[in-house]
């Protein structure tokens, strides 16, 4: 278990590599070089924590809390830009708004952020991302794209999301008593595994024309 953590970085080289290798589908949208980006973000907070825990057997858990945050902000901005509809991009600001709220009583009040996890606010997150995915994906079902979606690169980042909030939100109901089985690093691991995944597929069979 001490090498748990380095699978992380090792899957996210993984899907940096097929960004890297196809990288010429994406370089005319602005949003999937930000996913691309995001990407990268990731992996060197993985890269780190893995050195300042396992190395310097220092607590890791800001670090992680800093990446939710900017996880949640993130595909908050992207499903934002990405949805054309004003109503749902409002929709999706004031689902930042009540996240921000949430964050900063949940921080001043409840969790400390340098010691624990900051599994509510993860809830509350995995929530409102998953709403913002099927808000995105309302509006792809009314536009020609819905014809070739497998080819979109926004549609399989969008998947992968989907796929991974929507496993998160049962485990953190009951992390505690995942902890307990020894269950939860491996759920966690295995959505993560599926949103690589999807990921992956997007980089390999997405088209230029379709992914702009």
């Known amino acids: 278990m001490k090498y748990f953590n380095l699978i992380y ?5 993984i899907v940096l590599f097929f960004g890297v290798y196809n990288y010429k589908k994406i370089r005319n949208s602005y949003l999937l ?3 691309f980006g995001f990407l990268i973000y990731s992996f060197l907070t993985e ?4 050195f300042i825990g396992t190395v310097l057997h220092k607590l890791t858990f800001y670090l992680y809390n800093i990446w939710s945050l900017a996880n949640s902000y993130f595909y908050f901005y992207f499903f934002h830009e990405l949805i ?13 708004l009540v996240y921000t709220v949430i964050s900063v009583i949940d921080i001043s009040f409840f969790s400390s952020f340098t010691l624990v996890n900051l599994n509510y606010n993860i809830l ?5 991302i998953v709403i913002s995915v099927l808000l995105y994906f309302t509006e792809l079902l009314q536009s020609e794209v819905v014809l070739k979606l497998n080819k ?3 549609f399989w980042v969008s998947i992968g999301v989907l796929f ?3 496993g998160t939100i049962p485990i953190y109901v009951i992390a505690e008593l995942l902890n307990y089985q020894g269950l939860f690093d491996y759920i966690v691991l295995s959505l993560n595994l599926i949103m690589a995944g999807c990921f992956i597929t997007g980089f390999i069979v997405s088209k230029k024309k379709y992914s702009i």
Do not use: E
Request: hydrophobic share 60%; no cysteine; net charge positive.
């Open 164 to 166: 991974f909030n929507i």
């Open 47 to 50: 890269i780190a924590a893995f």
């Open 124 to 128: 509350f997150s995995s929530i409102f």
């Open 9 to 13: 970085p090792f899957i996210y080289s």
């Open 33 to 35: 070089k930000l996913v």
């Open 84 to 96: 054309k509809n004003n109503f749902k991009k409002n929709i999706i600001k004031i689902i930042a």
């Open 152 to 154: 979109s690169m926004f």
